[in-house]
């Protein structure tokens, strides 16, 4: 390399270092890597510190806050109010981290008095709107699920075929299973949307009928001893083979046709 060209290198090298110095960045603006004022932060996550016994506030990167006076405490609860107040500067007050969830749950929100004084009165100014919005959204939401309860019983009366004398315990059990296996926010096998219909229609049929009309429950091991796995296996196993039967006694097969039924329909 040429005298000028290491000459004119050593020289941007200087120029930068003495620019990151001064707090003066790359392309000219002026600023420093974090803020200094955590009231000016949109979203700062903040925790209880366990270490002040008036149950401070503490936050990454600040270490103790405190909260401003002429800041308020919204508590969860209200989405308009948190939405409304989460539009400015605000800090989110976090909750223990939930291990068998996954998640870190919200507790609620600090945010300027007017703010969320502003909010309020929002909200008082929307209340007849928004609830005349709300009722719409909630009736659309029950069609929706009367029409997808119907679509899932009219599926498990497809699985069953029962003959024609055992209709009305066929109505019967999908009618159940639709009921039990849909309730929303249930967590049920109705619920997911990682199975397919059929799928989710065998489980739910199998599952009702595990319960309702063999001797699965009574079979089971003591709630003390619910993990002691090779008896809650053979309990499981044996109303596995006892479903199978109750189908093929209703469906007018033998038992060994509807093994082969449930083979085929991934049961």
Not at 67 to 87: C, H, I, M, Q, S
Not at 125 to 149: D, G, I, P
Request: proline share 4%.
């Amino acid at each position: 390399m040429k005298e000028t060209d290491m000459n004119t290198a050593i020289d941007r090298v200087n120029a930068k270092a003495s620019h990151k110095d001064s707090g003066i960045n790359d392309d000219g603006t002026v600023g420093c890597e974090s803020p200094t004022d955590p009231t000016t932060d949109h979203g700062l996550w903040v925790f209880h510190d366990r270490t002040d016994t008036e149950d401070g506030l503490c936050a990454s990167g600040y270490g103790s806050v405190e909260v401003p006076e002429d800041w308020e405490y919204l508590p969860r609860g209200n989405a308009f109010l948190t939405r409304r107040a989460k539009k400015g500067p605000h800090w989110v007050l976090m909750g223990s981290y939930n291990k068998r969830r996954g998640y870190r749950p919200t507790k609620g929100v600090y945010a300027p008095c007017a703010t969320i004084e502003e909010a309020r009165v929002a909200e008082r100014a929307t209340a007849e709107k928004r609830a005349r919005s709300q009722e719409r959204s909630r009736l659309r939401r029950e069609a929706k699920e009367e029409q997808y309860r119907c679509a899932f019983r009219d599926a498990c009366l497809q699985f069953l075929n029962f003959s024609a004398e055992h209709s009305d315990l066929a109505e019967q059990i999908a009618t159940e299973t639709a009921e039990q296996a849909c309730e929303v926010h249930s967590g049920r096998v109705g619920r997911t949307s990682c199975l397919h219909m059929d799928e989710k229609v065998v489980l739910a049929v199998r599952a009702h009928i595990r319960h309702s009309h063999t001797s699965y429950d009574v079979n089971l091991p003591p709630v003390d001893e619910i993990f002691v796995h090779d008896e809650y296996c053979e309990a499981r196993a044996n109303a596995q083979a006892d479903v199978d039967v109750f189908l093929a006694k209703h469906r007018g097969q033998t038992p060994r046709e509807e093994t082969n039924d449930a083979a085929e329909n991934g049961a």
